[in-house]
C-alpha cells in the first residue's frame, strides 16, 4: 500500500510557474514509477507527465511538454511536476499516481494508487 498526498497547488497568473509535489509513504517509493494526471472541469482525466522508477526516463503529454518537468527524489519519497509558462487551459485538479510496473505510464489505468488532487487555477 502507498499513500500519496499532493501539495503546491494555487493560483496563478498566466505565464507564471507553480512546483507540485507528491509526498509517497509506505512502501519503497523507488519500487513505482509516478505519473501526474490532470482533471479539468467537465472533461476526463488525462495524463500530463511521468518518471520511471529510477527517473532515467520521462514522458510528457504534447500539451504540456517543453513548459513542464517532472523529477523525483527517492530519498524522500517524493515526485516533483515543476510547471512554467502557465496557461489558462493547465487549470484542472492534479493527480499523483504510483505504478509497480513500468508499461504505458500515459494510461491511467495502469496505476495503482492515486492521491487526493490539488487545483490549479491559471487566470488569464
Known amino acids: 500500500q502507498v499513500h500519496l498526498v499532493e501539495s503546491g497547488g494555487g493560483l496563478v497568473q498566466a505565464g507564471g510557474s507553480l512546483r507540485l509535489s507528491c509526498a509517497a509513504s509506505g512502501r519503497t517509493f523507488s519500487s513505482y514509477a509516478m505519473g501526474w494526471f490532470r482533471q479539468a472541469p467537465g472533461k476526463e482525466r488525462e495524463f500530463a507527465a511521468a518518471?520511471?522508477?529510477?527517473?532515467?526516463?520521462?514522458y510528457y503529454s504534447d500539451s504540456v511538454k517543453g513548459r513542464f518537468t517532472i523529477s523525483r527524489d527517492n530519498a524522500k519519497s517524493t515526485v516533483y511536476l515543476q510547471m512554467n509558462s502557465l496557461k489558462p487551459e493547465d487549470t484542472a485538479v492534479y493527480y499523483c499516481?504510483?505504478?509497480?510496473?513500468?508499461?504505458?505510464?500515459?494510461?491511467?489505468?495502469?496505476?495503482?494508487?492515486w492521491g487526493q488532487g490539488t487545483q490549479v487555477t491559471v487566470s488569464s
Open positions: 518518471i520511471t522508477k529510477s527517473a532515467g526516463t520521462t
Open positions: 499516481a504510483a505504478d509497480q510496473g513500468t508499461a504505458n505510464l500515459a494510461n491511467l489505468r495502469t496505476y495503482d494508487y
